[in-house]
C-alpha cells in the first residue's frame, strides 16, 4: 500500500502563492509516476498536473499552464505543487495520486492507483 499525505493547502488572495506538497510512504516512490487533481464545490475531480518517475516529464491542465509547477524529491519521497498567480477559480480540494500501474491517460482518474485525504485551497478575490 502506497499511502500519501498533503499538506501546504490555505487561504490566499488572488495574485499570491502557495507550495503543496505530498509525503509518500513509499521506499519506492522513484518508480512513481504521481499526479495532483483537485476537486471544486460542486464539480467532478479534475486533473491538474502529472510527473513521470524520472521528474523530466510534465504535464498541466490548460487551466494552470504557466502558473503551476510540479516537481518532486525523491529521495525524500515527496511531491510538491507550486501555485503562483492564483485565481478564485483555483479554489478546490487539492489531491496527490500515485501511478504506481501504467495505463490510461495521466489525466484520467482510473490512470492512478493510490489517493490522499486532499488539502484545502482558497483563494479570495
Known amino acids: 500500500q502506497v499511502q500519501l499525505v498533503e499538506s501546504g493547502g490555505g487561504l490566499v488572495h488572488a495574485g499570491g502563492s502557495l507550495r503543496l506538497s505530498c509525503a509518500a510512504s513509499q521506499r519506492a516512490f522513484s518508480s512513481y509516476g504521481m499526479g495532483w487533481f483537485r476537486q471544486a464545490p460542486g464539480k467532478d475531480r479534475e486533473f491538474v498536473a502529472h510527473?513521470?518517475?524520472?521528474?523530466?516529464?510534465?504535464s498541466y491542465a490548460d487551466s494552470v499552464k504557466g502558473r503551476f509547477t510540479i516537481s518532486r524529491e525523491n529521495a525524500k519521497n515527496t511531491l510538491f505543487l507550486q501555485m503562483n498567480s492564483l485565481k478564485p477559480e483555483d479554489t478546490a480540494v487539492y489531491y496527490c495520486?500515485?501511478?504506481?500501474?501504467?495505463?490510461?491517460?495521466?489525466?484520467?482518474?482510473?490512470?492512478?492507483?493510490?489517493w490522499g485525504q486532499g488539502t484545502q485551497v482558497t483563494v479570495s478575490s
Open positions: 510527473i513521470d518517475l524520472s521528474g523530466a516529464v510534465t
Open positions: 495520486a500515485a501511478r504506481v500501474r501504467i495505463r490510461l491517460a495521466v489525466t484520467t482518474l482510473s490512470g492512478y492507483d493510490y
